[in-house]
């Protein structure tokens, strides 16, 4: 896949650098999915400089962060349903 892009000050400013990226995988979201599906793609061979995480916060998993309750368990058992891992990034239930 090839990505071009270029680096402007605003759409009116024609770019400064122009570059192109040659990437395998580009995961939208920097959350645990996101993160999670990087390190699967990463135990499949997948190079990590040819995959991009797209992310619009300044830090991973920010969302959760500021609407998850901190105090607010996070079970392996939702609702009765067993949550069984079967990747290579594996939380363990940790209440």
Known sequence: MRI??????????PPVTKEVLELDLIIVGGGPAGIAIASEAKTAGVLPERV???EKAQEHSWIIRRYYPSAKPVL?????????????????DLT
Do not use: T
């Open 4 to 13: 071009e892009y270029a680096f402007g000050i605003s759409p009116e400013v």
């Open 76 to 92: 392996a058992n939702y609702k009765g349903i067993e949550a069984k891992c079967e990747g290579v990034l594996c939380i363990p």
């Open 52 to 54: 991009l995480v797209l």
